[in-house]
């Protein structure tokens, strides 16, 4: 059988495959979004606010959706990571000077959220809060250095499911969903200053630099393990089904990750906000005072969902700092490499996860680190997703599949918001 003969076939099978085969790098980049220090955002949002700020998981969702399928498109399309690609449209100092701080706030975002699964299992199991946070460290690193890549992209899908214990404790509550309706059209905003600081976090923890580089990589990564495939700039025979397998991956993923950060809100805003419970400092804060008002059951299905997402977002933050540094400085990269095999990659991704570890033994407020660390991937993005859509819509990179009216008309809109958003915080900060 010819080679054209084996790759239809491929492409044939792609199309009919179910829906979950079709589901990968997006699946995990929507899912790594709820990480702990997301999930402690939405939940000071509903405890704080009641239903009232619902309305942005709807407003983001588009947003998100189209500056991820612009990332996953320049992998795909090109063959290269974002990083590489912003070095084509951006000064490399510049470029060096933007991923620096990338892997500064993400370093510091992997500590927040081992520091959260630590005290989360210390809540659930009792004993040490820091051997669970050396625990859920190593097992992580480990992990990445390793499981070879095909194997490990599956057990991350699998930990998407824990993001599923959100949802089901909706399910253990009284709702009103009049109000619940009321909140997810803006009906009733509450646009106080303290109300726009926390639009403002919400914003930036759902759209966050560390995604646009995981993505990319991932779809580049996808394409390394299949000898059958190129970029699609290479082969644009293999678009149609490529494509459509990213917008289908890229939706489902974003859509679930708006979908759990608006059943953290409800669950939030129905127990603690009703009872005046209004102050929370860290995803844990948040199972903590569920405990006594929803019962045991919900604070137990919370707390492990903690630790669920972070083990799946730490390979993410982690693993986005190796690929953007790795990129940019021309060193060999996947995580389907043993550590000797990309020794500048692993080590980029085992010094985040070691210096972040740090934070959750040092006298630093994880809290305020996290604060600022959302300022700075607030300043960052915007140069970086303006970077992404120049090349998304360059028709010199991207050929006859650069960003269309809609895809990129979304990408800039995203980007102008995010602006927009950054100025904001800045100004609430200062």
């Known amino acids: 059988m010819s080679e054209k003969a084996v790759k239809s076939g491929l492409r044939s099978r792609l199309h009919t495959a179910p829906l979950l085969k079709q589901l990968g790098p997006g699946l995990i980049t929507g899912a790594a979004d709820d990480d702990p220090s997301g999930i402690a955002t939405y939940s000071q949002g509903g405890a704080q606010f009641g239903f009232n700020l619902l309305w942005t998981m709807l407003l983001t969702f588009p947003l998100m959706a189209a500056i991820q399928m612009n990332s996953a498109l320049v992998g795909r399309v090109t ?14 100092p510049l470029v060096m000077g933007l991923l620096a701080l990338l892997f500064i706030a993400n370093t510091i975002n992997v500590g927040a959220d081992l520091a959260a699964m630590g005290e989360a299992a210390k809540l659930v199991l009792g ?3 820091h051997a669970f ?6 097992i992580s690193l480990g992990l990445q250095l390793f499981i070879p890549y095909r194997r490990y992209a599956r057990f991350l899908t699998v930990l998407t499911f ?3 214990a959100y949802v089901a404790i909706l399910f253990l509550l009284p709702l009103d969903w009049k109000e619940i309706g009321a909140g997810l059209i803006g009906l009733h905003p509450n646009l106080t200053e303290s109300a726009a600081t926390t639009i403002v976090a919400i914003f930036g923890t759902t759209i966050s630099p560390y995604l646009f ?13 299949r000898p059958d495939e190129q970029p699609l700039i290479k ?3 293999e678009a149609p089904q490529a494509i459509e397998r990213i917008r289908i991956d890229t939706i489902a993923g974003m859509a679930m990750s708006n979908l759990i950060a608006v059943a953290i809100m409800i669950a939030t805003a ?10 929370i400092n860290s995803a844990a804060d948040a199972a903590q005072a569920l405990k006594p008002i929803a019962g045991r059951f919900a604070f137990g299905l919370f707390a492990l969902g903690i630790i669920g997402t972070g083990l799946l977002a730490i390979p993410v933050l982690a693993g986005s700092a190796g690929y953007a540094v790795a990129e940019a400085a021309g060193w060999k990269t996947g995580l389907d490499n043993m550590p000797w095999q990309a020794r500048g990659f692993y080590t980029v991704i085992a010094a985040a996860v070691i210096l ?23 300043v960052i993005a915007v140069p970086m997703m303006a970077a992404l859509m120049v090349v998304a819509s360059s028709r010199r990179k991207m050929g006859k599949f650069r960003a269309g009216l809609v895809l990129g008309g979304l990408g800039w809109l995203s980007t102008a918001i995010m602006a927009a958003a950054t100025i904001t915080m800045l100004y609430v900060s200062l």
Do not use: C
């Open 133 to 138: 946070t050396l625990f859920f460290a190593f």
């Open 127 to 129: 004993f040490n809060q």
């Open 235 to 237: 082969d644009p025979a």
């Open 79 to 92: 063959g290269r990571g974002l990083a590489w690609n912003m070095g084509q449209v951006m000064p490399r």
């Open 356 to 378: 972040g570890l740090g934070i959750d033994w040092s006298p630093v407020d994880p809290i305020k680190a996290l604060y600022w660390s959302a300022v700075l991937n607030g």
């Open 270 to 279: 129905a127990t603690l906000h009703q009872h005046g419970v209004t102050n």
């Open 213 to 225: 580089f995981w993505q990319s990589a991932q779809e580049v990564e996808e394409v390394d393990q």
């Open 162 to 164: 824990s993001l599923f």
